[in-house]
């Protein structure tokens, strides 16, 4: 199929155009590069650089590209941000949703994939969370994510467009080869921070709040290979020739943010200094993924469950590319 990718300069949508390539499909690329690389795109896919918001610019890309297939991974992501500009992350990540929507349904699209995250259910209660938790979002990141969804579940009422919402909890990990890995300015994500401390980037850790209700005080997640993230998507690609799918995508196993420094200490060999922080608006004490319904339906089984793993192939990529994608 001929595949548009959006957001396919950026961490999760880089490795998805990979896999998507390597499974002989056409990739289209669309990225603006306000947070994404171009030496991230991998080699074979089409890379056009556009912003999401210019309608006349998005109908440009369908008509210029007979597409059978959206992926959509663009967007404001950082839950802490959204909390003090609610407007502006509902401006651009469902606005410009909207736009690729309204266009890929006019030109006749028929299967459409969400990069849609844990955070819709902002403090659930139960966990491991399912499919069937009450959608009530942490933040208002969550909630224009919600809001892309509801959008999708219209589209298909009423242009028969199948959409996949697929529900990632954390994203880490970096492709095995060490070619493409994580590379946010500035980062944000636990995993190459503690990584950044390691190779003398940073002095130390900040945790951030002690005094949760887990079983050593810091928040537990649920880390998600980035190259599992991919094969779902290529799964749930499939699944769309038949029916709409909604999953949550997750190890089914949560660590705490002391797990994860000692963890990276113990890959890495570094002493990892680490001090108490306040607590972060917008993050909920636990986190974990029940992953049950992909498995069954789709045959879905991580390469990489374990965290140890996960950091090892992190570790990989941060230790030969120090600064990134500069690199």
Same mark, same amino acid.
């Given at each position: ?24 499909? /056409? ?27 210019? &309608?006349?610019?998005? $109908? ?7 597409? $059978? ?92 467009? &199948? ?11 970096? $492709? ?33 709040? /002690? ?54 200490? /113990? ?12 607590? &972060?608006?917008? $993050? ?12 069954? /339906? ?30």
């Amino acid at each position: 199929m001929a595949i548009l990718v959006t957001g396919g300069a950026g961490y999760v949508g880089s490795h998805a155009t990979a896999a998507l390539l390597a499974a002989g499909h /056409e990739v289209v690329v669309v990225d603006d590069l306000s947070t994404g690389h171009r030496a991230a795109v991998p080699e074979g896919a089409t890379f056009v650089a556009t912003d999401l918001a210019d &309608r006349a610019a998005v $109908d440009a890309l369908f008509a210029a590209h007979p597409l $059978d297939a959206v992926m959509h991974f663009a967007a404001l992501s950082l839950v802490g941000e959204s909390m003090k500009d609610p407007m502006g992350y509902f401006a651009v990540n469902v606005g410009n949703a909207l736009n690729l929507i309204d266009a890929a349904c006019r030109a006749g699209v028929k299967r459409f994939i969400l990069s849609s995250t844990a955070n819709l259910f902002g403090e659930p209660e139960t966990v491991p969370i399912t499919e069937d938790e009450p959608l009530i979002p942490g933040s208002p990141y969550g909630e224009s994510k919600l809001m892309i969804e509801r959008a999708l579940v219209w589209a298909e009422r009423i242009y028969g467009m &199948r959409y996949g919402c697929l529900r990632y909890f954390n994203a880490a990990g970096a $492709d095995p080869s060490g070619v493409r890995g994580e590379d946010h300015r500035p980062e944000t994500h636990l995993i190459p921070i503690v990584m950044q401390v390691a190779l003398g980037q940073r002095d130390e850790v900040v945790i951030f709040g /002690e005094d949760y209700a887990t079983p050593d005080g810091t928040c537990v997640r649920d880390y998600v290979h980035v190259c599992d993230l991919a094969d779902a998507h290529l799964l749930a690609l499939d699944a769309l020739a038949q029916r709409s799918v909604t999953y949550n995508l997750g190890s089914g196993q949560g660590y705490s943010v002391r797990e994860v420094i000692e963890t990276v200490r /113990e890959v890495t060999g570094h002493p990892i200094p680490a001090r108490k922080g306040e607590r &972060r608006p917008g $993050d909920p004490p636990s986190l974990v993924a029940a992953s049950d319904r992909i498995r069954s /339906e789709l045959g879905w089984s991580p390469r990489y469950g374990d965290l140890r793993s996960i950091v090892e192939t992190a570790w990989r990529w941060h230790s030969t590319h120090p600064d990134g994608f500069r690199d």
